[in-house]
């Protein structure tokens, strides 16, 4: 388990989404941080329709909530869609894939923060 003393968490950040671009990481998928720490990070996705992920793994948790469209999302053997207000956790190591029907809109939450995923 990663533990970040408190020391080196600031004890509070805020973002305005005026404050944050969108980048594309590739066709079809739209991402912009909203807030981060050590500990954790708040990014939301905007996937276009027939958008297709890649299947990956890695080793952050992963909480997610459907804020708006439909998709698909395979999690280790089990595949299921999801709709806006629906979420879940993918679990660390696990590996997942997701596709949008429609336009689609998605917050996850990663902890700990994923650098890999600041620009």
């Not at 005026?18 to 066709?27: A, G």
């Not at 297709?52 to 299921?80: M, T, W």
Request: with cysteine; glycine share 6%; charged share 25%.
């Amino acid at each position: 388990m990663i533990h970040v003393q408190k020391t080196d968490v600031p004890s509070l950040v805020r973002v305005s989404p005026s404050d944050v671009e969108f980048f594309t990481p590739e066709p079809g998928l739209k991402r912009r941080i909203l807030a981060h720490n050590p500990n954790m990070m708040l990014v939301e996705h905007h996937m276009e329709n027939g958008w297709a992920g890649a299947r990956h793994s890695h080793p952050h948790d992963q909480l997610v909530y459907v804020i708006s469209g439909h998709l698909k999302f395979s999690c280790g053997e089990e595949e299921f869609e999801a709709r806006a207000g629906d979420s879940f956790v993918v679990r660390g190591g696990v590996e997942h894939q997701a596709w949008a029907f429609e336009p689609s809109v998605v917050l996850d939450v990663f902890t700990p923060a994923r650098e890999d995923y600041k620009p």
